[in-house]
């Protein structure tokens, strides 16, 4: 399915697995600061609840004390009770003023910063209890005191306060200890969550350099040691491999090159010690074979002045069955020509195709039928003036790649010169017979 082609290979590549794995990492550093910062804050909210509540503690003690005192000593003349308008009545104010301030700074807090409730708890509820006695008694204190500060009725007040003080001090007792217990089960869950949150992140490096050492490492070295090859003269050395990554295309690339170096380098020597065109062609084949994937190999030798061209050799036989062709009557022979005075590749795909749309010259149906091939490919070899030649070379399925293609057509240059030389020693053998 070639529409898969991209993202397959798109998630196979390099750059994504590790832009995947740095991404992770970066996950989970995220993930751990954030659960420090959540620690700390649930500290931090800890200790503000644990200051307001010890304060407001303090203070309903204080003046719990103080309103049992008054309740138990009250005075029975007019002159103590002047006294306690200005002594208890200022104690009363005082640590009422204190519980009501410290009432508002925990309401501040369950708004602004309240703790981070993990657990199903009661503590929102005991606190809204709490606030509603703190309300519900500092009201039934400002009914029982009066209105008239001149002459505040302490001894209504005070017992006021030592109904109402004992059950808001349950209620504060109560919320304490639950927001504790909260508290500290946050805490736990949170140092658990930084725990495995570490480990999964060391986890990831140490998985991290495994990948890196497998997936880029390892094959570094592979590649490193194949390119020791080379040049040390293993020419065709090629890596093994099945990744579709960046380095598989770097290695794809490298056993191209070497390809393409061991075919050269066995053409340059091979050819020199080639004694006829037979032989050239043969050390040709056996060179391009493994590298083009080719079936099929030919020498043509191309007379403009007769206006004819034939096969002198090739590899499988073909020369027995036909080896002429018409160069100004044959359309493959016409366009043929045409390429090989211009030094340009002629490409011919299908064959079989094209024989039978221009005129079904026997060269090519003699060709189709012997090596089945699909797609033709016409190399000029062009020394001088007063010669022609061409090498040809057939696929049986495929086509010859680009570089494939560049890589003949600079090669045929030099290869012109060797076959030129032979033709020419043909050509003086067959003058001297």
């Known amino acids: 399915m070639p529409c898969l082609d ?43 609840f644990t200051t307001v509540l010890k304060a407001s503690s303090d203070n309903i003690d204080q003046l719990y004390k103080t309103a049992i005192n008054y309740t138990q000593n009250a005075p029975r003349n007019f002159e103590n009770y002047q006294r306690d308008i200005s002594l208890t009545y200022k104690a009363f104010s005082k640590d009422l003023s204190a519980i009501s301030d410290l009432h508002l700074q925990l309401k501040k807090l369950l708004e602004n910063n309240a703790p981070l409730w993990l657990f199903e708890n009661h503590v929102p509820a005991m606190a809204n209890n709490y606030q509603q ?51 500290q089960q946050n805490l736990n869950l949170l140092q658990y969550a930084m725990m495995w949150s570490a480990f999964l992140l060391l986890l990831s490096l140490a998985m991290g350099s495994v990948w890196f050492y497998m997936r880029i490492i390892r094959r570094t070295r592979t590649i490193k040691q194949a390119c020791e090859k080379v040049a040390k003269g293993d020419f065709g050395a090629q890596i093994n491999h099945q990744a579709k990554d960046e380095l598989g295309s770097l290695s794809d690339a490298f056993n191209l090159m070497s390809s393409q170096t061991h075919m050269v380098s066995k053409l340059i020597n091979d050819l020199h010690s080639a004694q006829s065109i037979e032989q050239a062609l043969k050390v040709f084949w056996q060179a391009s074979k493994p590298y083009l994937g080719i079936n099929w190999a030919g020498f043509l030798e191309v007379n403009e002045f007769s206006q004819k061209a034939k096969l002198l050799a090739d590899n499988s036989g073909i020369t027995h069955v036909h080896t002429e062709l018409d160069l100004t009557s044959n359309a ?19 064959v079989n195709q094209y ?38 070379v057939a696929h049986p399925s495929g086509e010859l790649t680009e570089t494939q293609l560049a890589l003949l057509e600079k090669t045929s240059a030099w290869m012109a010169q060797h076959f030129s030389r032979l033709m020419s020693e043909r050509i003086t053998n067959a003058s001297s017979a």
């Open 6 to 48: 991209i993202p397959l290979t798109f998630f196979r590549s390099l750059q994504f697995q590790f832009a995947l794995g740095m991404t992770a990492m970066l996950a989970l550093v995220l993930l751990l600061i954030s659960l420090f910062y959540l620690h700390q804050k649930e500290v931090q909210s800890q200790q503000q």
């Open 133 to 183: 006695l703190c309300d519900q008694s500092l009201a039934n204190y400002q009914t029982s005191i009066g209105d008239d500060k001149s002459e505040p009725r302490l001894e209504w007040a005070a017992g006021s306060l030592v109904k109402d003080l004992p059950m808001m001090s349950e209620a504060l007792s109560k919320f304490t200890r639950e927001q504790s217990v909260s508290s």
């Open 332 to 350: 493959f022979g016409v366009q043929m020509l045409a390429h090989v005075k211009k030094s340009k590749v002629l490409v011919i795909k299908d």
């Open 355 to 392: 024989r039978i749309s221009n005129g079904n010259s026997r060269f090519l149906r003699d060709l189709h039928r012997t090596t089945l091939a699909k797609n033709l490919y016409v190399f000029p070899l062009n020394h001088h003036q007063q010669w022609h030649g061409a090498i040809m």
